[in-house]
């Protein structure tokens, strides 16, 4: 079974330009999950979609933005880039939103602010 | 607030000897609790988790945790430790919200490096 999948690998993007990374769920999952892992803060919570709509998101300004298209695939978007977004993005995907689900990790995208 | 702290911010163990990693909680209501390892320049990877039942919980590559509800704990645990055990833990608690209701995220802890020695 093929797990959580991320584009691009690794992404360089100038201040104030827009990123745009994908995640693609495993097979039969529907929710989708974004965090950020930011060096010296952790892993942080983004965004939660869920069968199409988002769910709940993370203490992050509204130049984060995303959605999940209908085959449950997602896409994060930040816009007006800053040094500070420089992180690993990671993906996660679970069966439901339910509160036992596990949710599992995609390998990442590297965004690189110059 | 829910929140999870690793004490730790890195175990040294030789190999073959016993491993324990830290974690303790802080919720409102029952704890949903997780154990995911991240090696380097990877996304995560989980282990095992904590919904109900009995407190030892077992998971994958040979680890285990202790729930612990009096002392809100969630200790993880490998009975003899490999060199490939070597990287990063995390210990994560379902961000069950103010009222009660998932919020559908996890809450991390800020790791734990573990290195073990030939």
């Known amino acids: 079974e093929a797990g959580v999948t991320q584009s691009p690998t690794h992404l360089i993007k100038t201040r104030g330009q827009q990123a745009t990374l994908r995640c693609s769920p495993i097979s039969g999952h529907t929710s989708v999950y974004w965090y950020q892992q930011a060096l010296g803060l952790g892993l942080q919570f983004l965004l939660w979609?869920?069968?199409?709509?988002?769910?709940n998101r993370g203490n992050f300004p509204p130049r984060f933005s995303g959605r999940q298209f209908p085959n449950y695939s997602s896409e994060l978007n930040v816009n007006a880039l800053e040094l500070e977004d420089s992180a690993l993005y990671l993906c996660?995907?679970?069966?439901?939103?339910?509160?036992?689900?596990?949710?599992?990790f995609g390998p990442g995208t590297r965004l690189t602010v110059l | 607030a829910q929140s999870v702290a690793q004490p730790e911010d890195q175990v040294n163990v030789a190999e073959g000897n016993p491993l324990t990693v830290k974690c303790t909680y802080s919720v409102s209501g029952n704890p949903y609790l997780f154990w995911y390892v991240q090696y380097p320049n990877r996304g995560l990877q989980f282990l095992l988790k904590y919904i109900t039942g009995d407190n030892l919980v077992k998971g994958s590559y040979g680890f285990e945790a202790e729930f612990n509800k009096s002392q809100t704990s969630f200790h993880l645990k490998k009975p003899s430790a490999l060199v490939s055990d070597s990287a990063l833990y995390f210990c994560?608690?379902?961000?069950?919200?103010?009222?009660?209701?998932?919020?559908?995220?996890?809450?991390f802890g800020k790791g734990t490096k573990l290195s073990v020695k030939p």
């Open positions: 979609y869920d069968e199409g709509e988002e769910r």
């Open positions: 994560a608690v379902r961000d069950m919200g103010a009222y009660g209701g998932s919020q559908g995220n996890l809450i």
């Open positions: 996660a995907s679970s069966f439901s939103g339910g509160t036992a689900d596990t949710q599992y």
